[in-house]
């Protein structure tokens, strides 16, 4: 996977998988558009990778701000190859009855309106070039439900559809869109979550939740970048409109009996 001379743009770069994603474009000689709402963060690993990187601040949720982002990412770089639309959030825990109008309207704004602005302005840039690829960030809670997060789940089930909506309209120009569906990741997200189910001893969720999962671990960040390398990659050039699972199995065998 070599992306010497192409551009990347990485949404919720700063941080998790986005950063890792990030890292990895530039080791394989990609220049690389971080994009956070987190400015310490984005500007430190900017300035951690050099003149191969720059970090714009932006709330996804906000069209000035994704087109700010785009514009800069053109205008420095000259084109965007590649487009991880990634910046997420997971909302409350809390069952469907009791959750909260605000907190799921922030989902949704973040993990649905986000990833749709994202691919309304970096789209037409890729239509201009007459090229590019594109990984949306679901989840596996974009593939099954999860009690407990009804905005999450229904958030990530949107950004699969989507996924299937662009790449239909897209292909005919060689431009291609995915999504994937990581299952539980070692990141920031997932200890939030872990202190909201279980606040006096957060790492027991992990330790739960792990022994349902085939390979008995919670992934690395560095595992679902590897899968958005390729899926940007010319290796995955017959593919798009998929969703791919990097999950340790979780959806295809949960807990069994032997
Ligand atoms: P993270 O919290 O470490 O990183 C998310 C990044 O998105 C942060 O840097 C945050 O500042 C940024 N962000 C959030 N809202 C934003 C906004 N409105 N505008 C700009 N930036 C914003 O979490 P992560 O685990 O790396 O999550 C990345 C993506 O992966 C998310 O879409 C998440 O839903 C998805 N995901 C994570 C897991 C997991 O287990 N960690 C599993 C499946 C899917």
Do not use: W
Not at 141 to 152: H, I, N, Q, S
Request: charged share 20%; glycine share 12%; aromatic share 6%.
């Amino acid at each position: 996977m070599d992306f010497t001379g192409k551009v990347a743009v990485v949404t919720g770069g700063a941080n998790g998988i986005g950063r890792a994603v990030s890292l990895g474009f530039v080791e394989r000689g990609a220049k690389v558009v971080i994009v956070d709402r987190d400015a310490a963060a984005g500007e430190a690993l900017a300035a951690e990778i050099g003149k191969a990187a720059i970090f714009r601040a932006a709330d996804v949720t906000r069209a000035a701000d994704v087109a700010a982002y785009v514009k800069a990412a053109v205008d420095s770089f000259g084109a965007i190859d590649c487009f991880h639309n990634n910046a997420g959030i997971e909302g409350r825990v809390a069952p469907t009855a009791e959750y909260d109008e605000a907190v799921f309207d922030a989902v949704m704004g973040v993990n649905v309106k986000g990833v749709f602005l994202g691919l309304r302005h970096v789209l037409p840039v890729m239509i201009g070039q007459g090229r590019g690829a594109v990984v949306n960030t679901a989840s596996i809670a974009g593939l099954v439900g999860t009690a407990g997060m009804p905005a999450y789940v229904a958030s990530k089930h949107a950004v699969i559809g989507l996924t299937k909506v662009a790449a239909g309209e897209v292909g005919k120009l060689g431009i291609r869109v995915n999504a994937i569906c990581p299952g539980p990741i070692s990141t920031r997200m997932v200890q939030d979550i872990a202190r909201q189910v279980s606040p006096n001893n957060p790492e027991s969720v992990e330790e739960t939740y792990a022994s349902g999962i085939p390979l008995r671990r919670y992934g690395t960040a560095e595992e679902v970048a590897n899968l958005v390398l390729f899926l940007c990659s010319d290796l995955a050039s017959n593919i798009t409109g998929a969703q791919y699972v990097v999950d340790g199995g979780r959806t295809a065998a949960p807990a069994g009996v032997a």
